[in-house]
């Protein structure tokens, strides 16, 4: 009979002691989990490329001059001078090298039936483009002949204006003076003659 309350003390004490190592085993799990926790590495998120691609689109290089000017009027002998006007080139190639040279020509100036008395040849008609009026893009405009110390004759193929260097669009004017040296031997009438400009 004496041995019963030492029974039920040391179950007492085993049941204890059974309950104490369970919530230290949770703890130290729970723990253990934790530190684990701490310890991964993050995992980089999921990523992708796209390539995005575009046109810049391209037209075409070309000029423009007026249709039509009448210079007036002179006697033989006398030097007619006027402006023709407006002369653009545009460039619309958006090229990575946008240079371009546009060149003059003309033809012989006549009246009637076109007979030497009756024709003004092109060696005797003088052109300057003078300096540019309006430029856009980048890069180097010349002109071909800045003043009239620099007039040319057009009995060959002249340049009128230029562009150098620089790349994409751009667009260059000028206002172009010709000078017609008109013979003593030359008859009264209207002279006809056709200035071209082209560019290249």
């Known amino acids: 009979m004496s041995d019963m309350p030492e029974k039920g003390l040391l179950q007492t004490f085993m049941a204890s002691s059974v309950a104490f190592m369970r919530k230290t085993l949770v703890i130290l799990t729970a723990s253990a989990a934790s530190v684990l926790a701490l310890a991964a590495p993050a995992v980089a998120a999921p990523t992708d490329d796209t390539v995005v691609t575009f046109t810049i689109g391209t037209a075409n290089l070309d000029i423009t001059a007026p249709p039509a000017v009448n210079l007036g009027s002179a006697f033989a002998g006398q030097t007619l001078t006027g402006q023709i006007g407006p002369v653009t080139v545009n460039d619309q190639r958006a090229a990575l090298s946008a240079t371009w040279t546009a060149t003059v020509t003309s033809t012989a100036f006549t009246t009637g039936g076109a007979g030497p008395a009756e024709t ?3 060696g005797l008609v003088d052109y300057w483009s003078g300096p540019a009026t309006a430029t856009t893009g980048t890069g180097t405009f010349v002109p071909g002949q800045l003043t009239s110390a620099q007039a040319v004759p057009l009995n060959l193929p002249r340049t009128a204006f230029s562009k ?6 751009n667009t260059a004017t000028w206002n172009p003076t010709i ?9 009264a009438g209207t002279y006809e003659g056709v200035i071209t400009h082209s560019v290249a």
Do not use: E, K
């Open 120 to 122: 003004i040849i092109p």
């Open 164 to 169: 150098t260097s620089g790349s994409g669009n």
């Open 179 to 187: 000078d017609i040296q008109i013979p003593d031997a030359a008859v």
